[in-house]
């Protein structure tokens, strides 16, 4: 099955363009001419990347990737914006949304498709590994998951916790989750709080004794 690019851009000539160079590289192309629009084609095709303008009617593109990285199934989708703004705020703007990356038009089509590649051989890499440890942690024999229910702890705190217990720094534990060591600290930070412990230490000490990670993982 070829990976779908969703093209959201209100100018019918650059999504025109766009959809017959990638369609051309192998991508299954949607498209939309607002954000509005895009929107309920993200949740009802789910692409694997998102194009966006900033500037379009109804909905702008930072509304749309506020929309998209408030829903959990596609916080990690990859968006690039594709757009005529190039002032210094507006980069800063962007990536501050949650964009992952920023071309300015003009654009170069083998540009945007050397990006567009990255990105997915990227996102691909992370949802493999995401995966592996999801299903570590589930296969974990003697793992107390009524009281990691109680905690409430997130699918990415227990990935966290999983790390921790292996005694990985903060810096190890980000390259492992594709995430910055400050993102890191914070989920430290929430582990701290949640289960009461004052230092990494105790949250390891804390999750042996109370069956947080199971015998399986400790066996590894």
């Known amino acids: 099955m070829p990976l779908t690019v969703l093209i959201v851009d209100d100018e019918p000539g650059i999504r025109l363009a766009v959809t017959?160079?990638?369609?051309?590289?192998?991508?299954?192309?949607?498209?939309?001419?607002?954000?509005?629009?895009?929107?309920?084609?993200?949740?009802?095709?789910?692409?694997?990347?998102?194009?966006?303008?900033?500037?379009?009617?109804?909905?702008?593109?930072?509304?749309?990737?506020?929309?998209?990285?408030?829903?959990?199934?596609?916080?990690?989708?990859?968006?690039?914006?594709l757009t005529e703004c190039q002032q210094t705020q507006e980069r800063i703007r962007a990536y501050q949304s949650g964009c992952d990356a920023y071309l300015a038009k003009p654009f170069n089509l083998d540009e945007l498709g050397a990006v567009i590649r990255n990105l997915l051989d990227r996102a691909q890499i992370v949802q493999?590994?995401?995966?592996?440890?999801?299903?570590?942690?589930?296969?974990?024999?003697?793992?107390?998951?009524?009281?990691?229910?109680?905690?409430?702890?997130?699918?990415?705190?227990?990935?966290?916790?999983?790390?921790?217990?292996?005694?990985?720094?903060?810096?190890?534990?980000?390259?492992?989750?594709?995430?910055?060591?400050?993102?890191?600290?914070?989920?430290v930070s929430k582990l701290l709080q949640k289960t009461e412990t004052h230092n990494r230490a105790d949250i390891v000490r804390f999750a042996i004794e109370n069956h947080l990670v199971g015998s399986t993982h400790l066996e590894r």
């Open 128 to 187: 493999s590994e995401l995966q592996t440890l999801s299903r570590s942690f589930s296969r974990q024999e003697g793992a107390d998951v009524a009281l990691i229910s109680a905690l409430d702890l997130t699918h990415r705190e227990q990935e966290v916790l999983i790390l921790l217990t292996d005694g990985l720094s903060n810096a190890q534990i980000g390259e492992h989750l594709h995430l910055s060591p400050r993102t890191v600290e914070k989920h």
């Open 20 to 81: 017959d160079y990638l369609e051309a590289a192998g991508y299954a192309v949607i498209s939309a001419a607002t954000g509005k629009q895009a929107w309920q084609l993200v949740q009802h095709y789910r692409p694997h990347l998102m194009v966006t303008d900033i500037r379009m009617p109804e909905m702008d593109g930072y509304e749309l990737v506020k929309q998209v990285r408030q829903q959990p199934t596609f916080r990690l989708l990859p968006v690039i914006f």
